[in-house]
């Protein structure tokens, strides 16, 4: 009876094949493990990262206010507006604002569209930031061609 090592034995010999060695040398194993360890790290780095970006963000957005309550309580300058005793005609007005106070409802959707299409395209869609946008921004601003990437959510807060 013959056992399992000299049967591979005999065969080698019959075929002329030379065992394949496994693991390879010391040199060779570090440097197939060098890249595997700096991408392991690499990922626990940028995990780490992330991890701080959003502790840090839920830190300070809980301290905001709420922007619904800053909308609602807005003043702004007005014109003064004189009028005649009937308090029907106007006489003159006072001042070099030319503002009109009109209600969200009042606004031409074109308007919006045209506000929102210049400042925001993705306004009426996006959670409030971007961040496609602003790591186009960060990427463009490391190679030499700042440029903002805020939104208009970001520049009401």
Known sequence: MQTTLARRQRHRRATGRRPIRRGGSTLRRILVAIPIILLL???LLAGAGALFSVAAYNH????????KDQLTDLHFDQQTIVYDRTGKVELARLGTLRRELVAFEQIPGETLDA???????DFWVN???DPIGIVS??????????RGAS???????
């Open 137 to 146: 921004a960060g990427l463009d601003t490391i190679s030499g061609r700042p």
């Open 41 to 43: 790290v690499s990922l």
């Open 60 to 67: 300070y957005a809980a301290g905001l206010p709420d922007p």
């Open 115 to 121: 506000t929102t299409a210049i400042e925001d395209k």
């Open 127 to 129: 959670a409030g930031f």
């Open 151 to 157: 939104t208009i959510t970001q520049q009401l807060v």
